[in-house]
């Protein structure tokens, strides 16, 4: 599918500034943008990144028809800029898409969108080692109605821009035993808007209280963990120090569930992981078995796992208002782990899986 691309005549990029990472979280000087209505898409193009009028009636903005992704695409070592696990995040946008009662994007529009989009901005792909391009395709409901219905019109945007994760030091959390972000039946397993509104109130009380995020915990009875803040969570637990016990690091993570979003850096470093001999177990892990694991030292590492910040280690966990603290050096799995993923990210090790997606390369 060819996209018209409206140019820009005024560039913002300072092109040494993003060569050096310091052009960061601003948008880029493009934007894709696509309308449906009477069941079909039209007017697909790219243009200048701008402000988009919209009905202050538009159903979205009053009932959270709306839906979203986050994905990156990485300059690689050759130069070429690839965007890693395209197909999992179109897939995961339409299943989205159908808990919102949305309609899906064609799999040829989602493709063309980012890859056209992309490719007009390539200049703004800063180089690593950490930095890479954010994209965030957007999906909403822009019919102007008064009332409740599910809309007939819609908004798919894809806009993007350079980030660079902060690495600071280990993050501080709090275990969540009030607040829930998700409930079964619910939409926790969609990135839907309405679920990162609903977190805001318990994340500001938590950060009140000195945290960055909150641990989330099962709705019903606040007893197993779920994610932390908007990234999945795994441990790594160790007993080869517990003289009974013979074992090598295992990593934990919460198994997926309707309540737990289904990450692709998750799956990504599950797969990393096991091919590279570390074993996996995705289960359900109690709040007390984190804390029995922190008290006796079994349980060595806690990481959150998302695209924004790939993986972030976390130094103190508070459970019930005590603290667990955590230590990292560089042998730590967690930063291990980064490093496998980043390898296949920016072109270092080879693409076994089939992840990157190359920019601008016409298919014959
Ligand atoms: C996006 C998101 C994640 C991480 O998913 P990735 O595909 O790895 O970026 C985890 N939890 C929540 C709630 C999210 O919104």
Known sequence: MTIPVDRTANTRIDASAIADGKMTNVP????????????????A?????????????ALGLHYAQA????????????????VFRIQSHFQRFNRSLERMEMPPVPEDLF?????????????????????????????????????????????FIVVGGPFRPLYSKPLRVKVERKYSRAAPGGTGSAKCAGNYAAAMYPTQRAREEGYDQVIWTDAASHTRIEESGTMNVAFIEDKSFVKSQNT???????????TILDGITRSSVITLARDSGIKVEERSITVSDLQQGLESGTIREVFGIGTAASLAPIGTVSIDGIEHSLSYNENSIVYLLRKRLNDVRYGRSEDLYGWMNEIGVVEV
């Open 28 to 43: 880029s000087d493009h934007m894709f943008i696509a309308e449906y209505a009477n069941k079909e898409w039209r007017k």
């Open 111 to 155: 493709y063309s969108a980012i890859n056209t989009f992309v490719d007009a901005d390539r200049d703004w792909v800063p180089p690593g080692p950490e930095s890479a391009f954010y994209i965030r395709p957007l999906m909403f409901a822009s019919e102007e109605r008064m009332g409740l219905k599910s809309s007939d019109e819609f908004l």
């Open 45 to 57: 193009r790219v243009q200048p990144y701008r402000a988009i009028p919209l009905a202050p009636f």
């Open 67 to 82: 839906v979203f992704e986050g994905m990156k695409a990485y300059r690689l070592e050759n130069s070429s800029v690839a």
């Open 248 to 258: 090598e690091p295992v990593i934990v993570t919460p198994a997926l569930s309707d």
